[in-house]
């Protein structure tokens, strides 16, 4: 394994998570971890059904190789002090909404430098717990680099933390966690990027349906279980009338500001 830089933030933070997973008890498992590269760049195309996959990948990965994954961040989150300065230490990719292209830029060097980007190609958590149409960044950064995309799902992550749903501190503990890491998907300089951003959808949603058929905890009459599996998780169109009303709201404050 080639040898890595220290990065005394990082490592701090990743310490940080283990031991709350710890505390919390949480169980993890895990598939096709040998689709983890050793070295080079790869885009981490992941599920986005929680708040924690970013830490739980990270952890996973972390265990399995001590890789580091390099996270595509919101500038608000970076405008944050605290938090802002914990990302750029980590060395996390800031995305501003109304600049994306510096950002796409920022995360091409950092793959063609060797790095592991993570992205959640979804743009946003996913409320009805199944793979929303994504958007075609995935692709585009790992063509553009010239490196594979990794897909990678994450279930009972949600069951933690997760979009419009207050947690009780006692159900977050012994909190089954499964990933699946899929074979990496390789983006020539002429495959139609619309094309490839479909077909890793179908595979990223083939990936939760089987961690789902094995998850040791029945979800049955759950809030964290898709409709069509007898949960209560609200159905797609449902989440997304939620989103788009919350969006509207979220432009009437702005214009409301001035």
Avoid: C
């Avoid at 708040?51 to 919101?74: C, G, K, P, S």
């Avoid at 058929?213 to 159905?235: C, E, K, N």
């Amino acid at each position: 394994m080639t040898r890595r830089s220290s990065e005394p933030i990082y490592s701090t933070a990743i310490g940080i998570g283990r031991t709350m997973f710890a505390g919390l008890r949480t169980t993890h498992s895990a598939t096709g971890l040998e689709n983890i590269p050793s070295s080079g760049g790869a885009v981490f195309a992941m599920t986005h059904f929680g708040y924690l996959e970013f830490a739980l990948v990270e952890w996973q990965t972390w265990l399995h190789n001590r890789r580091r994954i390099r996270f595509m961040a919101t500038k608000r989150a970076f405008d944050k002090p605290a938090v802002g300065w914990l990302l750029r230490g980590m060395h996390h990719i800031s995305v501003d909404m109304k600049a994306g292209a510096a950002a796409f830029g920022n995360a091409v060097a950092a793959l063609k430098s060797g790095e592991l980007v993570g992205v959640f190609p979804e743009a946003g958590v996913s409320s009805s717990f199944t793979v929303r149409e994504l958007k075609s960044g995935a692709a585009r950064l790992a063509r553009d680099a010239g490196v594979p995309i990794i897909p990678v799902a994450v279930w009972g992550g949600q069951r933690l933390l997760t979009k419009n749903r207050s947690i009780p501190l006692r159900q977050r503990f012994g909190v089954p966690v499964h990933f699946a890491f899929g074979r990496p998907i390789v983006v020539g300089e002429q495959d139609d990027i619309t094309q490839v951003t479909e077909s890793l959808r179908v595979t990223m949603q083939t990936m939760v349906d089987e961690l789902q058929a094995s998850y040791p905890v029945d979800g049955t009459g759950q809030w964290w279980q898709p409709r069509s599996l007898g949960g209560t998780a609200p159905t797609v169109a449902e989440a997304a009338e939620a989103d788009a009303a919350r969006e509207r709201r979220r432009e009437a404050e702005r214009a409301a500001k001035g």
